[in-house]
T-cell receptor, first 114, second 110 residues
């Protein structure tokens, strides 16, 4: 079974803090993704990475950065947390098989910025 | 860029009834996928249907795809309380990225 783990289930940070969200997958997937999920807005893609040290902006990259130094690990960084970044953050990974891109998700991190 | 739009936003049924959720999208796709999310958890992949397929089954799930209408439906037959979750469609149009809809919240009452 593919396993995607996220470093924390719940996180509370203060405005202005630098926040690191970690995601690890154990299936040697090339692609990794960070989404945020807000009520009424669904899942929105923040960043994704298709290889080590490679990254591409998603739909809402402002205020975020990412790091992928190893294939299995993809980190999301909030440089200076703000209250509007309070959200559920979901990490996912995928492997291209026959042109399908089924994504495997971690359990999510519910971040509260106060 | 939100592509898939699920309908209805919320659905409440009794155990044993069938549940139908619809998804509409805007641009051409390679495949369309359905995911389930239990409250406060990550998403779980349910089923994928390719653009050249019209119908697909997996257990109690039946998915249809009409590329001329740019729409898909997910049917869950003989629903159970454990099917209570949010259901999302996601479209893939030729890159590694998926574009998710906003989801349908299904409640199955015992």
């Amino acid at each position: 079974d593919v396993k995607v783990t996220q470093s924390s289930r719940y996180l509370v940070k203060r405005t202005g803090e630098k926040v690191f969200l970690e995601c690890v997958q154990d299936m040697d997937h090339e692609n990794m993704f960070w989404y945020r999920q807000d009520p009424g807005l669904g899942l929105r893609l923040i960043y994704f990475s298709y290889d080590v040290k490679m990254k591409e902006k998603g739909d809402i990259p402002e205020g975020y950065s990412v790091s992928r130094e190893k294939k299995e690990r993809f980190s999301l960084i909030l440089e200076s947390a703000s209250t509007n970044q309070t959200s559920m953050y979901l990490c996912a990974s995928s492997f291209s098989t026959s042109g399908s891109y089924e994504q495997y998700f971690g359990p999510g991190t519910r971040l509260t910025v106060t | 860029s939100q592509q898939g739009e699920e309908d209805p936003q919320a659905l409440s049924i009794q155990e044993g009834e069938n549940a139908t959720m619809n998804c509409s999208y805007k641009t051409s796709i390679n495949n369309l996928q359905w995911y389930r999310q239990n409250s406060g958890r990550g998403l779980v992949h349910l089923i994928l249907i390719r653009s050249n397929e019209r119908e697909k089954h997996s257990g109690r799930l039946r998915v249809t795809l009409d590329t001329s209408k740019k729409s898909s439906s997910l049917l869950i037959t003989a629903s159970r309380a454990a099917d209570t979750a949010s259901y999302f469609c996601a479209t893939e149009g030729g890159s590694e990225k998926l574009v998710f809809g906003k989801g349908t919240k299904l409640t199955v009452n015992p």
